[in-house]
């Protein structure tokens, strides 16, 4: 008796084994290529620096106007149209910060740079940075790295980034000098790589929320909208969602 007890609790401890869907997932793989490794695509951006400089309270343009920021940590307060939106934030890649509604499930990207220290948050504007020896451009929802003659456009799935040949590079010399990239001609100033729309959106820094909230409100009255002034920009994809998700 006691040996057919046992084999039935053997029995039964084998079923449970042979239950177990054999493809299951335990967790998410390991990033063949993280953005931030050492020799990874973005290698020379200190990401963390860029984060820690754009803490803080802003007025930035948005897609139907401008619209106040508030950041403090991996969190984001829009305001706009007198209503406040909460955000994940992050930053997606060297050219690009992350909004992500958790509640909704979705997640816009927006182009940034610092253009002599100064922030620019734009809305689809191509907009880049110079890191190290390598070029690395946000434009038409790609991320180009150009290192000497070598351009990459690289897309990301799970953090795990892939890339494949592209066409980009830099034609003329001193003041003349540009990133081309497709039809965009950018201009290399203070740091940053960017087009006449990117120069033309300079985040306004406040001491705090309320003061920026007051200069939206400011700007509002003067356009007569009741809302949020009109929007920098003016050129490019307004979608400003990156191809490769």
Same mark, same amino acid.
Do not use: G
């Given at each position: 008796m006691i040996v057919s007890l046992c084999s039935l609790v053997a029995c039964k401890g084998e079923e449970a084994v042979a239950d177990k869907p054999t493809g299951e997932r335990r967790a %998410? !793989? %390991? !990033? %063949?290529? !993280?953005? /931030? #490794? %050492?020799g990874g695509p973005f290698a020379g951006f200190d990401f963390e620096a860029a984060r820690a400089r754009m803490q803080g309270a802003w007025v930035v343009a948005g897609p139907g106007g401008r619209v106040a920021w508030s950041i403090s940590d991996d969190a984001l307060i829009e305001y706009a149209d007198q209503r406040e939106h909460k955000y994940d934030f992050s930053l997606y890649s060297p050219c690009q910060v992350a909004l992500t509604d958790v509640a909704a499930g979705e997640t816009t990207y927006r182009p940034f740079a610092f253009v002599d220290g100064a922030l620019h948050v734009g809305i689809a504007a191509p907009m880049g940075v110079v890191a190290g020896s390598r070029a690395i451009v946000c434009a038409g929802g790609h991320v180009y790295v150009l290192d000497g003659d070598a351009c990459r456009e690289w897309s990301e799935m799970f953090d795990d980034w892939k890339s494949k #040949? #592209? /066409?980009?590079?830099i034609e003329g010399e001193g003041e003349a000098r540009r990133f081309v990239v497709g039809e965009d001609r950018l201009r290399f100033v203070g740091g940053a790589i960017l087009g006449e729309a990117g120069s033309r959106d300079r985040a306004e820094a406040h001491p705090d929320f309320a003061a920026a909230k007051a200069a939206l409100a400011v700007t509002a009255a003067a356009d007569g909208d009741g809302g949020g002034g009109e929007a920098l920009e003016t050129a490019g994809d307004s979608s400003g969602e990156p191809s490769g998700q």
């Open positions: %998410e !793989p %390991e !990033p %063949e290529t !993280p953005k /931030d #490794a %050492e #040949a #592209a /066409d980009c590079r």
